[in-house]
């Protein structure tokens, strides 16, 4: 049977999206050679309906579309097959460089929930403190410590689903379907190098299953994976004048911007179940996986660098190291003659070329979830399950000192971490029945869910106010200062939530649907929400469809009670900003407040169009989301304030200059169309089409905590169109694949500065790859993505801090990636 994989585009609608993980409880352990069935199975609950009678879009994409890309995180591998997906390179980006962040739809990457096998996969530990501004603040899941090979298909509802999962689901949800083979499996090794010859990547992956006993599976997958890293650099203008004028301890690059390296990343997935009888089964799956990331940061200049080489006025910074007679004795002494004196101090004398701290951090996270599904005599299907999902961050910074250590100070620290913990419990129960003739499905059940978020101690040095606290040196590891008792604790919520979810045959031609689900958290009390959903024949050809629904995202617990220091430019300079609770008095002050849900609005219309060997499908829809959360703009502090600030304890407060607070602020309105299309060129040639227009308009917001240039990231920032183009042939032992990607031009505050903009165009990449069988389970394959080796735009501000291309560009900036693979099946 040949299948068109773009058949299954529409073939799961949305309300029956929330059965997912009860469908399929007649056919308890689901065969590999029954994919296709059980996919339009599961995803309608009617079993054999057709790809056309969904009523809201989803892209259904291959295991083997992952497989066969040259990158090894799963969100480039995401990005390069649906349109509607944006993720770029974080070079210097705090945290974010660890867990990069993603948009569907042009929302933040906590606005679209991921689930595994229908269940929802807990979000990450870390916080995009620095996120291009469409992402700063939101804290999503780490979708990278997924293994591609692991995976059956992934399902990426593009529409507003609050209404059948809850919290997280305003842009959409992708549901990752883990293979279940009880036999079999495949071996594969990768390695890729791009044209400058950096950034090697590696990777050893395996996939197999095996029975477990007579009547159940066990699938492993397993990925070893290491990164090296890119360096998209030029000179800074200031480390320029700095050799110039004759200090050769300067590096030259200053300051790296490239994609971050990466070592020991492993993975392992386990997805397995046991038919207990033709009418029960009871399933299992997890994951563990780590990783070490080591990126970049802002360089340190040693003559302007405050805190730590220069004071507030930019003169000079000497230290004085024996305070018992006054700390006066050094402030009418030059830098060479700190040098000569024991008392006196400059960090000229260890570091004269300046520095730039390394930051990175060392992740793991593991989930497991447990479930017993199945029907009753009466007809009713039933699943019941409990899951719990930990992600940690330890973060690691070198190359950098403790300025009030001074001499003593070591260089590098442990400045801590974040752990996120959630623990969910479900029922699901589903039930068909006929009503005056017409099929009435029903769902509806019960969740309970918990979510906690740890910040945990640093190491000592990493906050410690050491013996030039009082003179004007910067407190803890420069750059990211650790977290002290005053700030570590764990923060929680839990919350329940009941729904009922209907679709009803109403006519030969016409299907609806219905939605309703009740939430009540234990922050902020409780939200309800409904999902309407229809879908129209005309006739053969031509089919229509719609839903209208409202939706909410949960402000998460580390949003409420975060506090962190971060180093970034601001109005020119690099300074640090910190982070609040929005609860704290400094905060409300400047009207933070408790945080409270946002709510969307969703609306779609669709039309697919089955004419001859073309299948088409258009989709608009528009999601108006009020009350966003996001951090405030940059509130200046007065010196009352920093100094409460570091009365409560707040690390490296006493160096700020600016503070942000999460907030309910602004209201947004996106709209967007989404096409994808495709054609067969012949028996084993296919050509497929998807493109995306996206555009977010700010429709309300406060001035005050608001800037001009958020605005312009929020509505900017991403590229407007994306869209590639396929062409897929098989032949007698090989097979080859062609893909032209486009690139919407889109708008960069560089350095998150307005006095920096980047006007950057669209581009188009080509990505090419061959396999050739040399039997029927060994393969070697090879390919380019970006195979003519193309950058974006040149960055017109390059010498400020030394980025050679806009950090944000959608196509990336490492420019060709070309890659070998091997391939045994068993």
């Known amino acids: 049977m040949k299948v068109n994989k773009r058949r299954w585009l529409a073939s799961c609608s949305a309300p029956s999206l929330l059965a997912m993980a009860v469908a399929a409880v007649s056919s308890p352990v689901i065969a590999e050679d029954a994919l296709i069935e059980e996919v339009i199975t599961i995803g309608t609950r009617v079993e054999g309906r057709s790809a056309t009678d969904s009523s809201a879009p989803i892209d259904v994409v291959t295991g083997d579309e992952f497989v066969n890309q040259g990158d090894g995180d799963l969100n480039n591998l995401l990005r390069n097959v649906v349109p509607s997906y944006n993720v770029n390179a974080k070079p210097i980006s705090d945290a974010a460089s660890i867990v990069r962040p993603a948009n569907l739809r042009g929302l933040p990457p906590d606005s679209t929930l991921v689930l595994v096998n229908g269940k929802r996969r807990h979000r990450a530990s870390v916080i995009a403190f620095l996120g291009s501004g469409v992402s700063d603040g939101a804290q999503g899941p780490d979708i990278s410590a997924i293994p591609a090979i692991a995976l059956k298909q992934v399902e990426v509802l593009r529409d507003g689903a609050a209404a059948q999962y809850g919290s997280d689901a305003i842009a959409g949800v992708i549901n990752f379907q883990l293979k279940d083979a009880a036999e079999g499996g495949s071996v594969e090794v990768k390695h890729?190098?791009?044209?400058?010859?950096?950034?090697?990547?590696?990777?050893?992956?395996?996939?197999?299953?095996?029975?477990?006993?007579?009547?159940?599976?066990?699938?492993?997958?397993?990925?070893?994976?290491?990164?090296?890293?890119?360096?998209?650099?030029?000179?800074?203008d200031d480390a320029a004048q700095l050799i110039a004028d004759g200090n050769t301890f300067v590096a030259d690059p200053a300051q790296i911007w490239g994609q971050p390296e990466v070592n020991d990343d492993t993975k392992f997935f386990i997805n397995s179940a046991i038919e207990l009888s033709d009418k029960a089964e009871v399933y299992a799956f997890g994951n563990y996986a780590s990783r070490s990331t080591d990126g970049?940061?802002?360089?340190?200049?040693?003559?302007?660098?405050?805190?730590?080489?220069?004071?507030?006025?930019?003169?000079?910074?000497?230290?004085?190291?024996?305070?018992?007679?006054?700390?006066?004795?050094?402030?009418?002494?030059?830098?060479?003659?700190?040098?000569?004196?024991?008392?006196?101090?400059?960090?000229?004398?260890?570091?004269?070329?300046?520095?730039?701290?390394?930051?990175?951090?060392?992740?793991?996270?593991?989930?497991?979830?447990?479930?017993?599904?199945?029907?009753?005599?009466?007809?009713?299907?039933?699943?019941?399950?409990?899951?719990?999902?930990?992600?940690?961050?330890?973060?690691?910074?070198?190359?950098?000192?403790?300025?009030?250590?001074?001499?003593d100070t070591p260089t590098k620290f442990s400045p801590g971490g974040y752990a996120q913990t959630e623990t969910n419990f479900n029922i699901d129960l589903t039930k068909a029945t006929e009503i005056a003739g017409k099929t009435l499905y029903m769902a509806g059940g019960f969740e309970w869910r918990e979510e906690e978020f740890e910040v945990n101690l640093g190491d000592e040095a990493s906050w410690y106010k050491g013996p030039l606290t009082e003179q004007e040196f910067s407190?803890?590891?420069?750059?990211?200062?650790?977290?002290?008792?005053?700030?570590?604790?764990?923060?929680?919520r839990d919350n329940i939530a009941l729904y009922t979810d209907f679709e009803l045959e109403a006519t030969d031609s016409l299907r609806l649907g219905a939605a309703l689900r009740w939430e009540d958290f234990s922050d902020f009390g409780d939200t309800s929400n409904f999902k309407l959903s229809g879908h129209y024949e005309v006739n053969e050809i031509l089919a229509l469809r719609s839903t209208i629904s409202t939706g909410f995202r949960a402000p998460t617990p580390a949003q409420s009670n975060i506090s962190n220091v971060t180093t970034a430019f601001t109005e020119g300079q690099l300074q640090n900003k910190g982070t609040i609770p929005p609860t704290n008095p400094i905060a409300e002050l400047k009207g933070g407040k408790q945080l409270q849900p946002e709510e969307s609005e969703s609306f779609t219309l669709g039309a697919i169009v089955s004419a001859g060997d073309w299948e088409v499908t258009l989709d608009y829809f528009q999601i108006a989301v009020s009350d966003r959360i996001t951090q405030s703009a940059d509130q200046k502090l007065s010196d009352d304030e920093r100094a409460q600030l570091v009365a409560d304890g707040i690390s490296g407060a006493d160096s700020l200059d600016f503070f942000r607070f999460y907030t309910n602020d602004f209201d947004t309105k996106t709209r967007g169309i989404d096409l994808v299309a495709t054609y067969p060129l012949g028996e084993a040639t296919d050509l497929s089409f998807a493109a995306n227009w996206t555009d977010t308009e700010v429709t309300d917001y406060r001035e005050e905590t608001i800037s001009d240039m958020r605005l312009r990231q929020l509505e900017d920032g991403l590229p407007n169109v994306r869209g590639n183009a396929t062409i897929n042939h098989v032949g007698d032992g090989w097979r080859g694949l062609v893909r032209l990607n486009y690139y919407g031009s889109y708008w960069e505050a560089h350095l998150d500065d307005y006095s920096l903009p980047i006007d950057a165009g669209d581009e188009?990449?080509?990505?090419?790859?061959?396999?050739?069988?040399?039997s029927e389970s060994l393969s070697l394959i090879a390919g380019a993505e970006n195979l003519f080796n193309n950058y974006p735009d040149k960055n017109p501000w390059s010498g400020v801090a030394g980025a050679e291309y806009p950090e944000t560009a959608p196509m990336g900036f490492n420019g060709a990636l070309y890659y070998l693979r091997a391939q045994y099946d068993f």
């Open 764 to 774: 188009w990449t080509v990505d090419i790859e061959g396999a050739y069988e040399f």
């Open 296 to 407: 970049g940061f802002y360089f340190r200049n040693p003559e302007t660098r405050s805190g730590v080489y220069a004071d507030d006025e930019g003169n000079p910074l000497i230290g004085d190291l024996d305070p018992t007679n006054g700390t006066d004795s050094c402030e009418s002494v030059s830098v060479s003659e700190a040098h000569d004196l024991d008392e006196c101090f400059s960090f000229t004398e260890i570091l004269p070329g300046g520095f730039t701290p390394r930051f990175g951090g060392d992740l793991e996270d593991y989930s497991m979830v447990f479930g017993l599904r199945g029907e009753f005599a009466s007809g009713i299907g039933y699943d019941v399950s409990a899951s719990r999902g930990h992600n940690k961050v330890d973060f690691n910074i070198y190359n950098t000192v403790n300025a009030t250590m001074g001499p």
């Open 192 to 236: 890729a190098t791009t044209a400058e010859g950096d950034g090697d990547q590696s990777m050893v992956a395996a996939n197999f299953g095996l029975p477990l006993t007579d009547s159940g599976f066990v699938n492993f997958s397993m990925e070893y994976r290491e990164q090296d890293s890119t360096s998209r650099s030029t000179q800074r």
């Open 475 to 492: 407190i803890g590891s420069n750059g990211f200062p650790g977290f002290g008792p005053e700030v570590v604790g764990t923060f929680d």
